[in-house]
C-alpha cells in the first residue's frame, strides 16, 4: 500500500526530519510511505480564514483522484493506536491502494478539506506545531503497521 502524508509548509528542525526518517525507515519497503511538503500562505495581510482557503487550494490540487484521504485535524475523531490500526488493516483488505494523510498549517485545514476527505480523525485534542505532527503521524504509522505485522511495537 502506498501511504501519502501531504503537509502544508516546511519542517526545518532537524530532530523532526531524523525521527520521521526512523520510524519511516523501519516500515520499509511494505508500505510506501512518502512524506510530501506543500506551500504554505504566508501573507500577514491575509485573515486565517483565507490562509487556510488559499492552502485548501494547494492542496486540492494535489490529492490524487484513486487515493483514500484522511485529514487530521483537532475536531475529528479520535481513534486509539489500535483502531488506527485496524483502520488501515480494512483499507488494506478492501483493497485500497493509496491512503493520503492531510495535515493543515498554523491555522489547520479549511473547511472545505476537511468535508471533501473520505475521513477526518484527530490525532489529541491538544494543539501540536504542523511540523511536530508529521513526526507524531510517522510514529503512530509505525505503531500500525507493527500491530498489523504481528510485532510487540504495536501492541
Do not use: N
Amino acid at each position: 500500500m502506498k501511504v501519502r502524508v501531504l503537509s502544508v509548509g516546511r519542517v526545518k528542525q532537524k530532530f523532526v526530519l531524523e525521527g520521521e526518517r526512523e520510524y519511516l525507515t523501519r516500515i520499509g519497503a511494505d508500505w510506501k510511505v512518502s512524506m510530501e511538503e506543500c506551500g504554505a500562505s504566508s501573507s500577514s495581510a491575509c485573515s486565517p480564514q483565507e490562509v487556510m482557503k488559499r492552502e485548501a487550494q494547494i492542496i486540492a490540487g494535489k490529492i490524487k483522484a484513486d487515493q483514500y484521504t484522511i485529514a487530521l485535524d483537532e475536531t475529528g475523531e479520535e481513534l486509539t493506536s489500535k483502531q488506527l490500526a485496524v483502520a488501515m488493516e480494512k483499507l488494506m483488505t478492501k483493497g485500497t491502494r493509496s491512503v493520503c494523510f492531510l495535515i493543515g498549517g498554523s491555522f489547520g485545514l479549511h473547511e472545505s478539506v476537511r468535508k471533501q476527505a473520505d475521513r477526518v480523525i484527530s490525532l489529541s485534542r491538544l494543539t501540536y506545531p504542523h511540523q511536530l505532527v508529521r513526526l507524531i503521524l510517522a510514529e503512530q504509522l509505525y505503531r500500525a503497521y507493527a500491530r498489523i505485522k504481528g510485532a510487540p511495537y504495536g501492541k
